[in-house]
């Protein structure tokens, strides 16, 4: 049974949920850095899921990219960690968030180091092909928050330059990503390796049965958030779905914009590396 039947929903976000980053619990310090940003407005991911987190629950969050995930994370959880190392100083690294990509990780970094700059909190983000040697030097200093691809975290916890058993609070981030890209061994086993007694946070666009039975696995009693997206198509834009495997998209790619005639267009890609072998190929054609 999935965690995301109608019976196992517990919260589905409605539009009457007009809130204040203030109504949600954020304290002053954030507010600030909050308001800095320009940002007056919760985000409805923002104004189901910070309050329960603040309380301490295990959230499991249907909501699609770029409806302001990572601010329904960063804020609740910084909050906690600054109350937390107030009381009882600095103990290790806290919180460990783990991305699918390095763009995703250095995206979250920089939320917490933007809503975290009136804290005394840190925060570094570690994955793949940014040298590794720089990376350990940043996790030599203390460190609160990391960010992380679950490769190279496995990688630096091997070579004993990272020590995972002050985690507290954990976040998956983008699962249904991880599972596409083939993550969710790496993922397991960095779960194996966190402390027992933590907050997990799951957050995806889709909850597809193997997500469903890993959050199963690993959240307790958790709350269920649901975001339906609202956006519409746009007058006058057409919609097409094509179901193509991995080795064939770049052919199908080129084949539309040749028989369709296009001369400009935007195509968006998951990562950097995609990208660019998108391009050089398109200017070759």
Not at 82 to 94: C, H, L, N, V
Not at 137 to 142: A, I, K, N, Q
Not at 255 to 284: C, N, R
């Amino acid at each position: 049974q999935s965690l995301f039947d109608d019976s196992n929903i517990s919260l589905i976000f409605a539009p009457n949920m007009n809130k204040t980053f203030q109504d949600l619990g954020v304290e002053e310090t954030i507010l600030k850095a909050v308001a800095q940003e320009g940002y007056t407005e919760p985000t409805e991911i923002q104004q189901c899921a910070i309050p329960i987190i603040l309380q301490g629950r295990d959230v499991i969050a249907s909501s699609q990219t770029n409806t302001g995930k990572s601010a329904a994370f960063c804020l609740p959880i910084l909050q906690l960690l600054a109350k937390a190392k107030s009381d009882e100083g600095y103990r290790g690294i806290r919180a460990l968030i783990l991305a699918p990509t390095r763009e995703l990780a250095v995206q979250i970094e920089a939320a917490f180091a933007t809503y975290g700059k009136h804290s005394s909190l840190s925060q570094t983000a570690v994955f793949g092909v940014f040298p590794r040697k720089v990376q350990i030097d940043y996790l030599s200093r203390e460190i609160d928050i990391l960010v992380a691809t679950p490769g190279r975290l496995l990688d630096l916890i091997e070579r004993g330059h990272v020590d995972l058993s002050a985690i507290r609070h954990f976040v998956l981030d983008e699962v249904d990503t991880m599972l596409n890209l083939r993550f969710m061994d790496d993922v397991q086993r960095v779960i194996n390796l966190l402390p027992k007694d933590r907050q997990t946070l799951l957050f995806s666009a889709t909850i597809p049965p193997e997500i469903s039975a890993l959050a199963q696995a690993i959240l307790k009693d958790p709350e269920k958030i649901v975001v339906s997206p609202k956006v519409k198509t746009a007058v006058g834009v057409s919609q097409e779905l094509y179901w193509v495997g991995s080795d064939h998209k770049l052919f199908l790619l080129s084949y539309i914009l040749k028989i369709k005639g296009i001369d400009s267009a935007f195509i968006f890609t998951s990562t950097k590396s995609s990208a660019d072998k998108i391009a050089q190929t398109l200017s070759m054609q």
